[in-house]
């Protein structure tokens, strides 16, 4: 994977492009609440669970961004995601976001893979997010998304 901040950014923002999320970030500590919570919605096509609508202190953010990190790990992947929390992408830890940017990046292109290979199944679109069917394989997601982020170590 990526390895300067510089590379992170651009990361980052080929995300938020490929998601329609009409915003840039020019620096990593720019990812906070707002862009991981637009990333789950437009990637999951769903709100993210237990969200606090307007947040009105750094807590709120951290409980939002800890809320998105939950539902990846316990209703999507199926794995520990302990080493991210919601507080130290709030305080803008920069591990901490080029870890959760790594995790929707891995997931964006697997569920962008499993869309081109179902495309010819239009009737199972929903919604004009990027999750168009219904995974009826979400007991693979996990090792999947494993394989796809070991083959990624392996070419970089």
């Given at each position: ?5 510089a590379e992170?950014?651009?990361?980052a923002?080929?995300?938020l ?9 020019h ?5 906070d609440?707002n862009v991981?919570?637009a990333l789950y ?10 969200l606090?609508?307007?947040p009105?202190?750094q807590e ?7 809320a ?6 316990l209703?999507?992947l199926?794995v520990?995601l302990s080493?991210?929390?919601?507080e130290?992408?709030v ?7 080029k870890?959760?940017?790594?995790i ?5 292109e697997y569920?962008?893979e499993?869309i081109?290979?179902?495309?010819h ?5 929903k919604?004009?997010?990027?999750v168009w069917?219904t995974f009826?394989?979400?007991?693979l997601?996990?090792?999947i ?5 070991l083959?990624?170590k392996?070419?970089h």
């Amino acid at each position: 994977m990526a390895g300067s901040e510089a590379e992170w950014v651009t990361i980052a923002n080929n995300l938020l492009f490929k998601c329609h999320i009409h915003l840039r970030i020019h620096e990593l500590q720019d990812c906070d609440a707002n862009v991981f919570i637009a990333l789950y919605q437009s990637i999951l096509g769903e709100k993210v669970p237990d969200l606090i609508a307007i947040p009105r202190s750094q807590e709120d953010d951290a409980h939002n961004v800890q809320a998105v990190i939950d539902s990846l790990a316990l209703d999507y992947l199926q794995v520990s995601l302990s080493h991210i929390t919601g507080e130290n992408i709030v305080k803008r830890d920069k591990e901490s976001i080029k870890n959760l940017l790594e995790i929707f990046d891995g997931l964006l292109e697997y569920l962008t893979e499993r869309i081109s290979e179902t495309s010819h199944e239009k009737s199972k679109f929903k919604n004009g997010n990027l999750v168009w069917f219904t995974f009826y394989d979400m007991s693979l997601l996990p090792f999947i998304f494993l394989c796809i982020f070991l083959h990624r170590k392996q070419i970089h």
